[in-house]
Structure formats: C-alpha cells, structure tokens
C-alpha cells in the first residue's frame, strides 16, 4: 500500500502484521475526558464535585474514576474526529487489529469503543493507574513487543509511546512538537495539522453579544448628558461588562455542553464541537472574570457591587433558572435591564422609573422571542420536552403571546412617558417621539413574526445587528428622538 492510500510506508502485509492502537482524549476525540466528566457533573449538580479537592491528593487515576461516575457522559453525542475514525475503519478493511488505549477511565473507553465498533480490544486506566507517556508505553511494549504496533497520538506525552512504535500517525501537533516526532521515530505520518484556535476563542468569547452592553450607555444618552468623564466612565463600564460578559459565555457554554449537542445550532458552538479545548475555557472563564472586575473596582464600589450582582444572577441563571419555566424568561429581562441601571451606577446618572418599567417590558418580550425561537427550532409538532430547558414544544404559542403582550405594553409605558412634563424638560418637540412607538410596534411585530416562521436566530438582538430591517428601525428611532431635541 503506498503513500497515496494515507498508511505512509506501510504495506498491506505490514498491516496485518502490526496493531493500530489509537488514543482516545485529543486523538479519536475532539476534547478531553477529564474536563468533560468534571463539567458534566458540574452541571448535573455542582455540590458533586466538592469531593474532588480529596482526590486531588490520590493522583489522576482515581480522580478520573471519581468524575466518571458523578458526571457520565454519552459516548454518542461526543466530538469524534472524523479523519481518525476513517483511518481506523481503513486499517481494519485491510486486515489489521486495532486498540483504543487511553489514560482515561476504563469505563468511558468501554463504552467508546462499544458506541463505535471499530475496535478489537479497549483498555484504560483502571482507577489505580494512569495509562499516560512511559506506563503507556511499558503497557503496550507487554501486549504488542513481539509484532509490534503503531500509535496515533497528539501531545508531547505521546512520545515516550512512539519510540517504541512501528510508525508513528500524529494528530493536529504543533510544527515543533512534529518535529520532535520525526526524530524520535523513524517512521511517521501526520494525519491532521495542528488547527487554528484563535477564531474559536473569539467565536467561545461571543464579541458579538457585546451588543447588548451598548445598554449602559442609555443613561447618558436619556439624560444629555455627554461630558468627557461621563463618556469615560461608561466605555470602561462597557469594557467592564464585556469581559466579564465573556466570562459567564464561557462559562455557560462548558456547563451546557450535552444540551448543545443535541441542538441543531448550538452542536457547532467551539466547545460543544471539540474546536476548542475544554481546558481553555477552564481557565479563560476565571481569567475574564478576573480582568473585568479590575476595572469595574477602578469605577468603585457601587459599580463593583452591580458587577457581582450581575455574575451571581447569570451564575444562578447557568446552573439552575436556564431550566425553569419562565423564570428563565425573568432572569434575562433583568439582566438586560441591570445593564441600564450599570450605567447609571457608573455614572451617577440618576434613573427615571420610566425608563426602568419601559426597559423590564421590553426586555422581557425579547427573552421570550429568544425562547420561542428555540421552541420553533425544536419544530416537529406534538409535546417533545425541549433538551435543557423546563418547556415542551406545545408551549411554542403562549411564549409568543407573552413577547407580543410584553412587547406591546413597553410601548403603551412610553407613550405614557411622553404625556409627563419632564419630557418638555429634555425635548424642545416631543410630538416627535410618538414616531418612535410607531417603529417600535412595528419592529416588535415583524420580529415575533420572524420568530413564529422559523427565520430567526435564537437571540434576537444578534439577528437585530445583522437585520436590515431592524437597522432601518433603529435608524428611524434616532431620527425622531434628534427630532424632538432640534426640532
């Protein structure tokens, strides 16, 4: 067999006589078993993993034991890497054996290699022993030292096993760390490059929701009030909000990752794809957090305050209320809205109550345009319990009747606003301002429209930004509120 088939230098007696053993964490998989058993029992109940600061002591073969029995994980859902998989179901076409062997725990390789059924033998660390670099490698030079065997890897602790291998495969190295494969063995054959990370982490750190954190500047903006240190304040209560925004995504994202891979949108999010390590989210999360609360203390306490408020409700919000019925809905209009009240804090702008009741309507009817979109996404009729959530698909109709009645009754309170005399205060026209209850009624319907059709991505303020439609709308709201200022 030549080059051309993908086996290197290896021919077809040669394979019959070697055994492909093939890692499991970073090589079949897309991600790793250690994090994703700790998340998944994070998530399932986070006072599980309590226990783990024992193990931490006993060394990573009971640890991985321990987080497999309190957060197990379907072998069917995970992230394959699908060049493996062919690789391995090529070799076994040509008459070769083949062994998953891994560092992880024995039970989540059983279960593995059962799901997939392309292997002769699985073998793991049995919860007193860590399979990883030199035990590995004694491992297999005992099962395989006669025929010998080759070795698909993908990290440095892999070259202790490679030395003694027939050939080498390596997935996704580093050049420098390839290099160091080829000199360590005679024989190698890189199946995958080493994949880019940065667009992931940008796409993980979700900059594009940092649309919403545009809200802390409502403050200024309702009050005329555009003084250099007001502007100050508040773009460093954006950057503020930003970072630890990005934080609680990640965050999210790690605690939701059997949920995301069952959804039709969410199954390519970075980490629920295995594009981007576990690992780095477990420490950017902290790191982001760390970094905005540094600036948010720099704006003092108060807004430090509202910041901590805010990471214990979306903390809340990620372990629990995600998957009550309705509550979910509250906790993100009030979320919304605690980005308005930020940018008063930051500011020491004080707030008027119209803007706080029009603010909680509103962003009420778009936390229910946002579920109601993942309902419709789920379609297929009937009552199917959606994955994650505390809804059933049949519910679909009474979410979009409460983003509609929501929506509109934020309108009604703005109308209302402009009936008070502090309106006279801050407009010399605000005749003008009934052009924005106009746009907003007609915004608000088209977008629960969108929704029920099934057009709408399951955040709707995203699909606003990106919405020509919408663009126009907030085009024509300025217009008329620069109306009622110069008119």
């Not at 998953?100 to 799901?115: E, G, M």
């Not at 940008?202 to 005329?224: G, S």
């Not at 345009?369 to 519910?395: I, N, P």
């Not at 969108?450 to 907030?474: E, K, N, Q």
Request: aromatic share 10%; proline share 4%; glycine share 8%.
């Amino acid at each position: 067999m030549d080059d051309s088939r993908g086996f290197g230098t290896l021919t077809k007696a040669g394979i019959a006589d070697l055994t492909l053993v093939v890692d499991l964490d970073g090589s079949l998989l897309r991600t790793d078993m250690l994090f994703e058993t700790a998340w998944s029992a994070l998530s399932r109940r986070w006072t599980s993993v309590l226990p783990v600061l024992g193990k931490l002591g006993q060394g990573r073969a009971p640890l991985k034991r321990f987080l497999e029995r309190a957060g197990p994980v379907d072998a069917a859902t995970l992230p394959y890497n699908e060049k493996v998989i062919a690789y391995v179901a090529e070799w076994r076409q040509q008459g070769g054996r083949t062994a998953l062997v891994s560092a992880s725990d024995q039970n989540i390789v059983t279960r593995i290699a059962d799901h997939l059924e392309l292997f002769d033998e699985a073998i793991g660390s049995d919860g007193q022993e860590n399979l990883k670099g030199e035990a590995k490698a004694e491992r297999l030079r005992a099962l395989y030292g006669d025929k010998g065997y080759a070795y698909i890897g993908d990290s440095r602790a892999d070259l202790a096993v490679w030395r003694s291998a027939a050939q080498a495969v390596t997935v996704g190295l580093p050049p420098r760390l390839a290099a160091e494969a080829e000199r360590t063995t005679g024989t190698v054959l890189h199946l995958t490059p080493r994949e880019d990370r940065l667009r992931p982490l940008l796409r993980a750190m979700r900059p594009h929701q940092w649309l919403k954190n545009v809200l802390v500047f409502l403050p200024l903006m309702a009050a005329h009030q555009f003084g250099l240190a007001a502007i100050v304040q508040t773009l460093m209560a954006f950057a503020a909000y930003s970072l630890i925004a990005s934080s609680v995504y990640l965050l999210n994202d790690l605690l939701d990752l059997a949920a995301d891979r069952v959804h039709p949108r969410k199954r390519l999010r970075p980490f629920a794809s295995g594009r981007l390590p576990l690992a780095w989210g477990t420490v950017l999360a902290p790191g982001l957090l760390l970094a905005g609360f540094a600036i948010a203390f720099a704006l003092g306490p108060a807004f430090a305050a509202v910041m901590a408020f805010y990471y214990a409700v979306t903390t809340v919000y990620s372990f629990l209320l995600k998957r009550r019925l309705v509550v979910d809905i509250c906790a993100l209009a009030g979320l919304y809205t605690l980005r308005i009240i930020a940018g008063g804090v930051a500011t020491g702008i004080p707030l008027s109550v119209w803007l706080l009741a029009f603010s909680m309507f509103f962003f009420f009817a778009l936390a229910a345009m946002k579920r109601q979109a993942e309902l419709v996404a789920e379609g297929g009729g009937g009552d199917k319990t959606v994955a994650g959530r505390g809804y059933r698909t049949s519910d679909t109709p009474l979410v979009a009747n409460m983003a509609v009645s929501s929506g509109y009754m934020s309108v009604l309170v703005m109308a209302l606003y402009l009936n008070t005399g502090g309106v006279r205060e801050l407009y010399a026209y605000p005749e003008a301002l009934w052009g924005i209850c106009l746009v907003l009624l007609f915004w608000l319907s088209r977008m629960v429209m969108i929704t029920h059709r099934g057009w709408m991505h399951d955040d709707p303020v995203v699909f606003a930004a990106r919405d020509y439609v919408s663009i126009v709308c907030l085009a024509l709201i300025f217009l008329f509120a620069l109306g009622g200022v110069m008119l």
